[in-house]
């Protein structure tokens, strides 16, 4: 049987305990929005959380929790086998912290135009939908789903939960209402580009590609300025038939603007090309998500 913690004294125990506080405070955040402007609003979510809202709208007397708790049943046996144990088990707690967060957590939102409490429920859910995603586990749902896209297959957590999201969403429009339904797309949109800008965030890394002939000078410098790794690549040109090397680095959002002026102030005329990255792995400058 495969050994899902090890004893590692206090340090085991602060990070297990900041891993539940970030599951709380998000499923905080997350019942305050079902309960506070979801509800009251007649507006429905996206994956487990949106199925539990239509058949409570449809049956009042079922719970939204305990129809989350339970709907959430199949994704675990799901995280069982293709995620870690340690994210299975902190997703079980997640699940369970969630459900009471929605059974509890009662707080009104004094927001009358609908319009406004879709961006206002974005911004809460899926800001506690994020900082549930930093702890090592979930709170269950798509987001299980989420995790296993982004290993196997590189897909955004964002891009994941609107494409489930829009699946639940078409069902609310013929089973509830069509125009909360599209309400409820501004709150989806906003929700999950919250939840994208709080997991990866400032920390998302930019590979960077330089083409200039004095690129002698600028890799020590990005070596010694910005302390990055720097990949020396042999190219031709296509036209001048020229072989020149051409420089590989990956730094994060913040270091970009200083890799700029070290190859503007090297080779004003370098041919630059910064793009974006969904993970990277890798010492120091790895963000790739400790699921």
């Avoid at 494409?163 to 639940?168: A, E, G, S």
């Avoid at 890799?259 to 090309?273: G, N, T, Y």
Wanted: one cysteine or more.
């Amino acid at each position: 049987m495969p050994v899902l913690f090890r004893w590692g004294g206090w340090p085991v125990l602060k990070n297990i305990g900041w891993n539940l506080a970030l599951l709380v405070l998000g499923s905080l955040l997350c019942g305050v929005g079902v309960n506070g402007i979801l509800i009251p609003h007649g507006f429905v979510s996206g994956g487990v959380t949106g199925l539990a809202l239509v058949f409570h709208y449809l049956v009042p007397s079922l719970s939204v929790a305990l129809i989350y708790a339970i709907a959430n049943v199949p994704l675990f046996i799901a995280g069982w086998f293709f995620i870690s144990r340690r994210f299975f088990l902190y997703s079980i707690v997640g699940t369970l912290i969630f459900s009471a967060a929605v059974q509890w957590a009662q707080f009104p939102v004094p927001v009358q135009d609908k319009l406004l409490a879709a961006i206002l429920a974005g911004l809460i859910f899926g800001t506690g939908s994020g900082v549930i995603l930093k702890s090592m586990g979930s709170a269950g749902g798509t987001d299980i789903l989420s995790v296993i896209f982004l290993q196997r297959f590189s897909i955004r957590v964002g891009t994941t939960v609107l494409v489930f999201n829009t699946l639940v969403l078409a069902t609310a429009a013929l089973l509830i209402s069509l125009e909360d339904a599209l309400y409820t797309l501004i709150y989806l949109y906003v929700s999950t580009k919250i939840v994208d800008l709080v997991v990866t965030g400032l920390s998302q890394r930019k590979a960077v590609f330089i083409i200039s002939p004095r690129w002698e000078k600028i890799s020590p410098r990005i070596l010694t300025e910005i302390h990055r790794g720097v990949t020396i690549l042999r190219g031709q040109g296509a036209y001048s038939q020229r072989e020149q090397q051409i420089l590989y680095t990956v730094v994060t959002f913040r270091e970009v603007a200083t890799l700029k002026q070290i190859v503007r102030s090297e080779d004003p005329a370098a041919f630059v090309v910064v793009s974006d990255t969904t993970e990277v792995m890798g010492h120091r400058i790895g963000n790739q998500p400790h699921w």
